[in-house]
């Protein structure tokens, strides 16, 4: 009966943490539904309410691996219901946000504040679920959440913004943030670990997030300064100059916020570079098909993001089902097959043209997010199994950094990509065309076929070349050999 019992909280903290995981999904997808509605209250350019999206991303990118470690020192569910109060502090002030600069400062907060879903819900799962076929579907449902907020976000987002105003998008968060609270309260049990640090690694973290800070907002926004200009080319020089201190300091460090052993592990090292390269391929290439189907099929931004749906219900299904294999296919196949059935998803999207209807950009979608899915829950799970579950917490903020520089480091090269190839389309196409017309309005339309002919190409260019990195970075992960660590150290759990 008792383990009857204990069996049925486990399930109940997953659920916890995948409303928590869920709820900063969702803040971030709808947000961006939101923002030409901000544009016009601030009277702001859309550049710069760019920087109420970047905001997020350095902030939530610079605080996840010091959430990290702090859940591994002075405990998971401390640092959770404390993020997560913060996050809904964080929310409320955004929906009273009365100009930009003060719409970016709570931004902060919330991202500063929702850094600590991952590495903390992570972790939690993993001492929960100690038995590895059990937290690898653990893992896997956890990871479908981030589907779900993808498709609950146009869903909520929409009607929301048009029947209750932009500001409603962010007070939405504070009736499922309390729930969520009171759940994470009732049903987590404290956990972190037996070893107990008596030095926080402050020059670790203050030198590791103005590397990552910069790191992220050169992503960013290197395509609009240029990346050869000047702010480019200091901010590729503190990146360098961070990055040697950081690891000079990390190898000095009593108890440093990163260990370093982690890149000696080479199930480690080697899950780390597949998850990357995927990211990387993933956004690089996916971030162009809303602006495909708006530009050169005619569809709207909600009706563009429902055909996102699919997808989301693709890797829902598909998450689960991956973590189920555990135990029984070893993880390495596992990942190797979901990330070439990733590209081949990419490489489809090759095919699209101005004819296309709604079903090529939707079949795409789905087969990269079965694939995505697939292998997402073995991909965190084998970070779960080779670290001490002392350093759970901060092994699995690498993994989310990871992913968040692969993203924006994928958006930013396939951007560039895109535009370096519509030039050098248009060349090559004006080069074996000719001209036989009479008027500047003829001219004008040859002018706009050579330019749209370049630019449908130079798309399935970037399809084909993101789908060829990703099919490329699935044979790292045939070297993967994973070697059991957590169970050296004990876990403390009240």
């Known amino acids: ?34 923002l030409p509605k901000i544009i016009d209250e601030f009277s702001i350019t859309v550049s710069s309410a760019g920087w109420i999206a970047t905001a997020y991303i350095l902030a939530n990118a610079v605080f996840v691996p010091i959430w990290g470690k702090l859940g591994d020192t002075i405990g998971r569910k401390k640092v959770y219901i404390l993020g997560f109060t913060i996050f809904i502090v964080g929310s409320v002030l955004a929906g009273f946000a009365w100009n930009l600069s003060s719409m970016i400062v709570f931004r902060v907060i919330q991202a500063i504040a929702g850094s600590a879903d991952y590495p903390t819900a992570m972790a939690i799962i993993a001492v929960t679920f100690k038995e590895g076929k059990e937290r690898a579907q653990a893992l896997g449902f956890w990871s479908a959440s981030f589907a779900a907020a993808s498709v609950f976000g146009p ?62 907002l050169v992503l960013d926004k290197g395509s609009d300064w240029g990346w050869t200009s000047l702010y480019s080319i200091i901010s ?43 990211f990387m391929g993933m956004m690089g290439g996916v971030f162009l098909v809303p602006i495909f189907a708006q530009t050169f099929l005619g569809y709207g931004a909600t009706e563009s993001g429902y055909l ?19 135990g029984r296919i070893q993880a390495r196949y596992v990942i190797f097959a979901s990330t070439i059935v990733a590209a081949l998803g990419l490489f489809l999207f090759s095919f699209l043209d101005p004819r296309s209807g709604p079903m090529a950009i939707v079949v795409p979608l789905c087969i990269m997010a079965f694939g995505m899915g697939f292998g997402m829950a073995q991909r965190t799970n084998i970070i779960a199994s080779v670290v001490k579950q002392s350093e759970i917490g901060i092994a699995s903020s690498i993994l989310a950094i990871a ?7 994928g958006i930013a090269l396939f951007g560039t990509i895109l535009n370096n190839r519509i030039e050098h389309n248009i060349l090559e196409i004006n080069r074996y065309s000719h001209f036989f017309g009479t008027s500047v309005t003829q001219f004008k339309q040859y ?16 399809f084909i070349v993101s789908s060829l990195v990703v099919a490329i970075g699935s044979f790292a992960i045939l070297w993967l050999k994973v070697k059991k660590e957590n169970t050296k150290v004990q876990v403390h759990i009240e």
């Open 447 to 462: 002018t706009a076929l050579i330019i749209l002919k370049a630019q449908i190409n130079a798309y399935d260019y970037v």
């Open 155 to 216: 869903l909520l987002g929409g009607p929301l913004i048009d029947a209750f105003g932009w500001r409603s998008v962010f007070f939405i968060n504070l009736p499922i943030g309390i729930v969520g609270t009171l759940m994470a309260i009732r049903f987590i049990n404290e956990s972190k670990s037996e070893i107990k640090t008596k030095y926080f690694d402050w020059w670790g973290a203050t030198t590791l997030g103005i590397m990552l800070s910069t790191l992220v």
């Open 1 to 34: 009966m008792k383990e009857t019992k204990q069996s049925s909280l486990r399930w109940w903290i997953l659920l916890t943490v995948i409303i928590g995981t869920f709820l900063g999904r969702l803040d971030q997808t709808i947000v961006n539904l939101a």
């Open 236 to 278: 590729y020089f503190v990146i360098i100059l961070f990055t040697k201190i950081f690891i000079e300091v990390e190898h000095r460090a009593k108890e440093p916020i990163v260990d370093l052993n982690f890149f000696k592990i080479p199930a480690f090292v080697n899950t780390l570079m597949n998850n990357f390269v995927v």
């Open 308 to 326: 996102f749906m699919p997808m989301a219900a693709a890797m829902m299904l598909a998450s689960p089902l991956g973590g189920a294999l555990s």
């Open 403 to 409: 992913r968040n520089i692969a993203g924006a480091f």
